[in-house]
């Protein structure tokens, strides 16, 4: 009894640390944890019948196939955390046996879900948007969401500090995204500059004396504009969409621009520019080049 009571305790031990580590899969880890106790369950075990239940209903709903495998991902890396840190961790025998039980838990497929053609504009619609924005303020946000796919949010949230120099044509700017997941776009250095002159944040690229701006706020300022400029309310996230679709529908990699986009793990956006053939210069849309160009010929 005495054992049994001390195995279990061990058991707790480990969920509670399991459950303590801070990092993006914190929160999906919680429910992982919980199943395996609910159900009295060791973590190995339990890996299989967890994928199983999220396939089911759940209160008369599903989950989708990406928070699925999102949480999939959250218990097998616990899991692989578990053994690496057990007395099993130098058994090449244990290891093996524990990789086939992971590898056994298959990811959902995902199908890719067309954007209805009322949420996105084309490349042109989206020229003309930039060029017949009269608000500089509004107009150098549009050509921000357009040019890098990022969320209203994201953008706003985007530091001084968060922009890496470099000699080129192009910079790195870090995004913060859902969860806290990091990931890197390229805008042109140009760009950049003309915003940071604009803006003259002291901490925020994009800034308002002194303070963030408001996400709601600056999507009705969108809207307003918008409707001014091509006849339409076009939101933030529209501007999202219409970057994914413009760069899915000139050939780029799908994986590359679920990567720009922060819906895959942030560590393969960098990676993705080298093995997928969507280089900075394809990533970042410059929509105000040719206006840009045209001013500087006359002087203006």
């Known amino acids: 009894m005495a054992k049994k009571a001390s195995k279990s305790g061990?058991?707790?031990?480990?969920?509670a640390e399991l459950e303590a580590i801070r990092d993006r899969y914190r929160l999906d880890v919680k429910q992982f944890i919980g199943f395996v106790r609910e159900k009295k369950l060791t973590i190995v075990?339990?890996?299989?019948?967890?994928?199983?239940w999220l396939d089911e209903d759940h209160d008369g709903k599903r989950y989708?196939?990406?928070?699925?495998?999102?949480?999939?991902?959250?218990?097998?890396?616990?899991?692989?955390?578990?053994?690496?840190?057990?007395?099993?961790?130098?058994?090449?025998r244990k290891k093996h046996q524990l990789e086939d039980v992971v590898k056994a838990v298959k990811l959902k497929t995902i199908d890719t879900i067309a954007v209805p053609t009322t949420k996105v504009l084309s490349f042109d619609q989206v020229k003309k948007l930039v060029e017949g924005t009269k608000d500089k303020t509004v107009r150098l946000m549009?050509?921000?969401l357009c040019g890098t796919g990022v969320r209203v949010s994201e953008m706003l949230g985007i530091r001084l500090s968060d922009i890496k120099t470099g000699r080129g044509e192009f910079v790195q700017v870090r995004i913060v995204g859902k969860g806290a997941k990091e990931r890197m776009v390229h805008v042109k250095k140009e760009f950049i500059d003309r915003t940071r002159k604009h803006f003259n944040g002291s901490t925020y690229l994009f800034e308002h004396?002194?303070?963030r701006f408001n996400r709601i706020s600056v999507t009705n300022r969108i809207k307003h504009e918008a409707l001014k400029a091509i006849g339409r309310e076009v939101t933030a996230h529209q501007l999202r969409h219409t970057?994914?679709?413009?760069?899915?529908?000139?050939?780029?990699?799908?994986?590359?621009?679920?990567?720009?986009l922060g819906h895959s793990d942030p560590g393969l956006t960098l990676r993705m520019y080298d093995k997928t053939g969507l280089k900075p210069e394809e990533a970042f849309l410059d929509l105000e080049e040719k206006k840009r160009k045209n001013a500087e010929k006359t002087g203006g």
């Open 64 to 92: 989708s196939p990406a928070t699925v495998n999102r949480k999939i991902a959250a218990a097998k890396s616990r899991v692989r955390y578990a053994f690496k840190h057990s007395a099993y961790a130098d058994s090449l």
């Open 209 to 211: 004396q002194g303070r």
């Open 243 to 260: 970057w994914a679709t413009i760069q899915i529908r000139r050939g780029r990699d799908v994986k590359a621009v679920a990567a720009v």
């Open 45 to 52: 075990e339990g890996l299989g019948q967890y994928a199983k």
């Open 142 to 144: 549009v050509a921000f």
């Open 10 to 15: 061990d058991t707790d031990r480990l969920l």
